[in-house]
């Protein structure tokens, strides 16, 4: 429920003060309000969950503490605001008392196709995923590409009727942001489908590989379960004590920390101490690195708002073969409004978000050279992070859909262009780049046609 500025709306203690969280939307007109809001970022209490740019909304979680000094920000600025959420905590508490009783209900079965119910832990996932494996030994390998900062392992899950054949292969990755709880929920259906679903999806599995990353920041997402829900980034120390993790999605080493990264690393989009600090982004650069002669659609999974990026982040420029990128997002989100969804808003990273550099997908495509390359931000409706578990099932379902035209898009420009698929052959390496990414590939990957 939005509540309009001006009504009673901030939950108070007992002494009158704003006693939780709150998001605020605000909609900048100028490029002075856009900058005077972004001098809020790095503020301990201020979390942009859509960063301010001119022309549209941005909502902003704003801590008690930091209430104060927000609206007099806003307000020295001319903006009006609106109360997206009034208590946050309470909010958060109902879906936790929903993952509770789901908890209650028990885990999944072995050999059941994931129901889409409730959001799983990690260690669920873990379990399904080692479960799948054993249940279908012709049709699933799980690739350990490392550990996290914390220790958790990073499965990714390489689903194909050949697992030797080295098909054209799709990469699907979710939840490289901890909070955003449907992608991976998403990304997880769509594994049970393609692994499980003996019957349907023929035409998903010919021809073609599919490697899944269900869930890309672990230590993050099972912060979200236990400590805090709208915790972003991964759980790695930092210089500064009491700030942690970098966002995994501005630490990528294309045109690292350029634009809409922070070097602050208490701000929510702290780019790193480096480019690939965090050991998450670095296993997931390991792995697509070594396969990317056969990966030639990579697509990572976020919330919220629908949109489907392409490249690039770090430049209003657009790639050359950018019709092509939007071509292909436009067989996907009519097949996703097809199956009920709400359209998708299709465009450049830049163009139609805002800029940001390092991200998972502008390395995809413009240092690996994977031709077609998306970020896929999941609906929110007027939820935003905490979206309902009812409303996992249609997400989850619609998006396969999305996936069933990429993949039919895949082929068909395969069968067009050849294994480039898009009239641009790949960008060469910058010389520059520190780490692996400059050693040879570590496992001999072809395309097949
Ligand atoms: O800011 C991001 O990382 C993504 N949005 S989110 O609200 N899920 O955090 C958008 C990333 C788009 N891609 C690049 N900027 N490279
Ligand atoms: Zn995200």
Redo the contacts with the bound molecule.
Sequence with gaps: MRIPCGAVTLSTNLFGEVSSFTVLRVSPATQEQVTGLLSLDGRPGVDW???PRVGAPADVMVSPEARDAVLQQMNSLGLQWEVLHSDLQQHNGVVDRELAAAQLAGRVAADAYIDNKRYFLYDEIEDYIKRVAENHPNRVKVHDIGRTFEGRRMLVVHVSNCPYCNYTAIWVDAG??AR?WIAPATALFALSQLAENETAHADMREQLDWYILVVANPDGYQFTHTTDRMW?KTRSTTSMPGCYGA?P??NFDFHWNEV?ASKNPCSE?FAGRNAFSEIEAKNIRTFLWDNRLKIKLYISY????NFI?Y????TAENPKDWQTLKSVAMKANEAMVRAGSEPYTIGS??QT??????????WAKGFAGIPLSY?I?LPGYKFGFQLPTSYIDAVARQSFEGLRAFASEVKRLRAVNGPNLTVETRAFPRRTQQGRAQAPPTTRAFGRL
């Design positions: 969950w859509t960063p490289i942001h955003e972003r966002d999605n501005r809409g989009t976020h919330s919220y708002g990026l490249p690039w982040g770090y990273s830049t978000l805002y800029a940001a550099a390092g991200g998972s997908d502008d970020t931000e």
